[in-house]
């Protein structure tokens, strides 16, 4: 069955830096949009960054310019390389493959606090 399998969440501080990776176990990675959802708690599920099977990126406003998604198809490894964290940025990261009905890993928490 496909995995996706998140890790390198952490606690940061604020103004702080983490990479995050998804390891994905799924035949044709190349093909698929990859892109890094978050879920604080008490709100809803959101798209920050994605990175499609032409290798376009797209980041919502919030973290434009501080987060950078990327992707190694020969290790089907996508990364989200975090900068300049801020508490806003608390929640769940969850790696998803092929839009919000494709497929989904479990997540990774990011807590960024002083």
């Known amino acids: 069955q496909v995995q996706l399998v998140e890790s390198g969440g952490g606690l940061v501080q604020p103004g702080g830096s983490l990479t995050l990776s998804c390891a994905a176990s799924?035949?044709?990675?190349?093909?698929?949009?990859v892109a890094w959802y978050r879920q604080a708690s008490g709100k809803q599920r959101e798209s920050v960054a994605e990175v499609t099977n032409k290798n376009i990126t797209n980041y919502s406003n919030s973290v434009k310019g501080r987060f950078t998604i990327s992707r190694d198809n020969a290790k089907n490894t996508v990364y989200l390389q975090m900068n300049n964290l801020q508490p806003d940025d608390t929640a769940a990261y969850l790696c998803?493959?092929?839009?919000?009905?494709?497929?989904w890993g479990r997540g990774t928490q990011v807590t960024v606090s002083s």
């Open positions: 998803n493959a092929g839009g919000p009905l494709g497929y």
């Open positions: 799924i035949q044709f990675f190349k093909n698929y949009n």
